[in-house]
Structures are given as C-alpha cells and as structure tokens.
DNA sequence: TCGTCAATAT
DNA sequence: AATATTGACG
C-alpha cells in the first residue's frame, strides 16, 4: 500500500528504478550545496493542474518526493492520513473552512505549510502566517524562489526538531549500547537519510517498520474527547486509585495509536486537577462551619 | 525500565 | 488552552 498516493498528473520521467539520472550532475541539482535537503515528502495542493505540473517537476528535480492533488477535499484527507514534511497550498481567500483546516492540521502534525497564492496583499499574506503556514509565495513562483524557500523552511524544521527518518533508526538501533557514558546526551541524531548508491528501494523506507501501518501510523497530537476520557476513567477505577499507572491504564483502555506517554500526561494533569478540586471543597467546609 | 513530578515547549 | 516532552530522581 501507500504507494498509490499521486493521482496527479505524474509525469512518467521517473517510473520503475526510481532514481533519475543523478549519475551526471548537469541540472540544476548540481547547482545547490550537496548538504541540500533530500528526499523530503511533500503535498503539493492548486486547484490549477497545470500549475501543479509545474511546481512538482520544479521539487522532483530537488530530490523530493512529490504528491499533487488539485481537490481541496482530498488534499485535506492526504494530509490527515499521511506523513508529509511540507505542503504547499494554495491560498483562496473565501471559505474559511481551508483556513481551519489549515491551522488544525498544521498544530496537530510535524508539518511545515507554505502557502501560495496569486494575491500579494498584506491581508492575506498575514491572514494566512497567522493560521500558522510557516511561508507564503506568491505567483508566480520561479525556481530559484522555491529553492531558496526550501532552504529556509527545512532550517525551521531542523531547529524545531525531527526531519525525516530518525525516530525509526532509533528504534531500528536494537543494539545494546554499551557504553553508559553517552546517557547524557540522547538527543542529536540529525542523521539524514544517506543517499546509499545502491538501494534499490530509496522511498517508502522506514515508514514500513513501524508496527501501527494499519489505519493511521501518524504521530498526532491526541485529542482528549470525552468518550477517550471515560475509557481513561474507567480504566483508572477498574484498577483501582494505588494501582493506576500509566502502563497499566493502557492496556486496560485498549486503545490505538496512545502511547505511554500519552497516558502519563493525562494522568498527571486529570491527577492534578482532581487534588485541586479536593482543596477547594476542603476550603469550602471551612468556611462553612466558620460562618455559622 | 518504569513512575512521578515539575518545568517547559509546542 | 490542551498536550507533549524532558530531565531529575527514587
């Protein structure tokens, strides 16, 4: 699966083996330092195909790989149901559904939006920034901008975390790490993707040893309903107040795509605000009895 | 390794 | 405002 993703006009310069020639640098790729990000995953959304064409040629000769979707309905739901490291949407002005969508998907997801759009007004320019898109160009867009652009959103990406690969060659690294004297620092493996000369399967890669590829193996933010809370509860009384720690919650609860972590947090901050309560009826006796 | 807490980040 | 992440500690 998930191979199926570009419905797109895909221009057919790079089927089968999948790597263009790389082998002699005459295009434009030559021209940029070799430390240019590669291999980025990125959704590209215009209601113009013709447009799309262009910018998807423009980002396939950056190494990236490119879906295009020119439905605002399907490029919502790609986004929800796929990992991507940049979208570039067109911004309408009008319904404000984009905009909402935008924004939701944006905080909920490890996701750099850029917009594009052929207004140039302030309004709309801030209008959009202030959604959370992390850029905004403005048509038309030439090859240099888009590059320079790139450069610049994926140094953002860097410094506010997690670039492509890196979660899952950490997982991946089943070693027993021998040594105790790193313990201290667990943090930088920026390790891109190195581009090995001969694998055969570049793309697609990590994602699949995941365990939850099933219905969604993204990593979003999760969302605390009132049903998923009522589960949390039951699971916590089930166990008993002494008994109930994160783990356990969890396997009791029974559900999806929840991590560990996930449980601790809510558990300190539902603990929280239960010890609160617990003070603020106290205080209330109080002053109960003091008033009579 | 796990659980808890507090602080901080997103 | 709601959640996540991190670091310290037992």
Redesign the pocket.
């Known amino acids: 699966m998930a191979e199926t993703l570009d419905h797109g006009g895909v221009p057919a310069s790079d089927d089968g083996g999948g790597r263009p020639s790389r082998d002699h640098p005459n295009n434009i790729s030559d021209m940029f330092p070799s430390n240019f990000p590669e291999g980025l995953r990125v959704l590209v959304f215009d209601e113009d195909p013709a447009y799309l064409l262009i910018l998807e040629r423009h980002l396939q000769e950056f190494q990236y790989q490119v879906t295009t979707c020119n439905e605002e309905g399907v490029a919502i739901s790609l986004l929800r149901n796929n990992k991507f490291d940049i979208a570039m949407i067109q911004a309408n002005n009008s319904n404000g559904d984009r905009i909402r969508c935008i924004s939701e998907i944006g905080?909920e997801m490890?996701l750099a939006i850029i917009m594009i759009s052929k207004d140039d007004s302030i309004q709309s320019v801030v209008k959009w920034m202030s959604t959370g898109a992390i850029d905004y160009l403005i048509k038309p867009i030439r090859p240099d901008d888009l590059r320079i652009i790139f450069k610049h959103v994926v140094k953002k990406m860097l410094?506010?975390?997690s670039l492509v690969t890196v979660e899952a060659e950490e997982k991946a690294a089943g070693e027993k790490s021998s040594s105790v004297g790193d313990s201290?620092i667990?943090?930088p493996n920026k390790r891109q993707r190195s581009s090995s000369p001969n694998a055969e399967v570049n793309e697609e890669d990590h994602n699949d040893h995941d365990r939850v590829c099933a219905s969604s193996s993204k990593?979003?933010?999760?969302?605390?309903?009132g049903e998923?809370?009522k589960k949390f509860l039951d699971a916590v009384n089930f166990l008993g107040h002494h008994k109930?720690?994160?783990?356990?919650i969890l396997e009791i609860m029974n559900v999806e795509n929840?991590?560990?972590?996930?449980?601790?947090?809510?558990?300190?901050?539902t603990?929280?605000i239960v010890c609160i309560l617990h003070i603020i009826i106290l205080f209330n006796n109080q002053y109960i009895k003091s008033v009579h």
């Open positions: 905080s490890d410094g506010r975390r201290t667990r943090n990593k979003r933010r999760v969302v605390w309903d998923l809370h109930a720690v994160p783990k356990k929840i991590s560990r972590e996930n449980v601790a947090s809510h558990l300190q901050v603990f929280l």
